[in-house]
Nanobody, 114 residues
C-alpha cells in the first residue's frame, strides 16, 4: 500500500509563488502518470498539471525527485481564482509483482488573497 502525503499549501498574495510537495510513503518500483488536480468550492475537480508529456502548463510546472519519492507542483503568478484544495494523483507500480495502482493525496489548501 502507498500513501501520498502533501504539504506546502497556505495563504499567498496575488502574483506570488508556491511549491507543493507530494511524498510517497514508500519507495516505488515504477512510476506511471503523476498529476496534480484542484477543486474549488462548488466546482468539480480539475487537472492542473501532469508529469507526462509536456511538463509546462503555463504558470504551473511539475518536477520529481525519485530519490525522495516526491513530486512537486511549482505555481507562479498566482491569482485569486487559483484558490482551491490541491490534490496529487499517481498511477504507480508499487512493487515488481503488483499491477499499476492509483493513489490520491489528502489535499492541501491553497488560498490566494491580499
Amino acid at each position: 500500500q502507498v500513501e501520498l502525503v502533501e504539504s506546502g499549501g497556505g495563504l499567498v498574495q496575488p502574483g506570488g509563488s508556491l511549491r507543493l510537495s507530494c511524498t510517497a510513503s514508500r519507495r516505488i518500483f515504477r512510476y506511471g502518470t503523476m498529476d496534480w488536480y484542484r477543486q474549488a468550492p462548488g466546482k468539480e475537480r480539475e487537472l492542473v498539471a501532469s508529469s507526462t508529456g509536456d511538463r509546462t502548463q503555463g504558470r504551473f510546472t511539475t518536477s520529481r525527485d525519485y530519490d525522495k519519492n516526491t513530486m512537486y507542483l511549482h505555481m507562479n503568478a498566482l491569482k485569486p481564482e487559483d484558490t482551491a484544495v490541491y490534490y496529487c494523483h499517481a498511477r504507480v507500480k508499487p512493487s515488481i509483482e503488483s499491477p499499476y495502482l492509483e493513489y490520491w493525496g489528502q489535499g492541501t489548501q491553497v488560498t490566494v488573497s491580499s
